[in-house]
């Protein structure tokens, strides 16, 4: 059974800082991995999918990289904004599971 | 604009009662999907469809039931066997196949039990 974690669980830095958020999956057998941005009490809106044949995918100040054989799928912010505080989930698309999710503030 | 919509956006409950909410979708996506989500954890899957009069059970199906009976719609039924109900619930469509296609996700439905 897959099991995804997302380390740490929240994260506070100040404005302009560039950051990693980590998730981790213990099947390397997957589709595709995808990360969602979820602000408190709405739904998760999608920032960026990576299918199993590619190694990273950018938008914006986003990039997201894919390691299977590892395990591990890194979302890096580049000069974080108060705007981007929310929680950041990852979901691995093998049985659908989701990572509970790194919750991010970002300081002015 | 094409997106997912779900009503209502909160919904009380006394014990005993069945809850229908709803999910509607005007994306043409083959695939719906509803997931709870609880303070801390990640979105755990109720159930899900990948085409009309089709579906099958998530991980925490027990005390749920849902319909297909067309493809813009995807209700669930909160029903009283389902012993700790209060949570956030969502529902996501995605086009094609349930492991490939890009998942969108409704605003939610936030239930609770009085």
């Known amino acids: 059974k897959q099991e995804v974690t997302q380390i740490p669980a929240a994260l506070s830095v100040p404005e302009g800082e560039n950051l990693v958020l980590n998730c981790s999956f213990t099947d390397s057998a997957i589709y595709n991995l995808q990360w969602f941005r979820q602000d408190p009490g709405k739904g998760l809106t999608s920032l960026l999918l990576?299918?199993?044949?590619?190694r990273e995918q950018t938008s914006g100040r986003l990039n997201a990289s894919l390691d299977k054989s590892s395990g591990r799928s890194t979302l890096y912010i580049a000069a974080s904004q108060p705007g981007d505080s929310a929680t950041y989930l990852c979901a691995v698309r093998s049985d659908m599971r989701f990572g509970a999710g790194t919750r991010l503030t970002v300081k002015p | 604009d094409g997106g997912i919509t779900q009503s209502p956006k909160y919904l009380f409950r006394k014990e005993g009662q069945n809850v229908t909410l709803s999910c509607e979708q005007n994306l043409n996506h083959d695939a719906m999907y509803w997931y709870r989500q609880d303070p801390g954890q990640g979105l755990r899957l109720i159930y899900y469809?990948?085409?009309?009069?089709?579906?099958q059970k998530g991980d925490i199906a027990e005390g749920y039931s849902v319909s297909r009976e067309k493809k813009e719609s995807f209700p669930l039924t909160v029903t009283s066997a389902q012993k700790n109900p209060t949570a956030f619930y969502l529902c996501?469509?995605?086009?094609?196949?349930?492991?490939?296609?890009?998942?969108?996700f409704g605003e939610g439905s936030r239930l609770t039990v009085l």
């Open positions: 996501a469509s995605s086009p094609g196949d349930r492991n490939t296609g890009e998942l969108f």
């Open positions: 990576i299918q199993s044949s590619q």
């Open positions: 469809s990948q085409i009309v009069n089709d579906f």
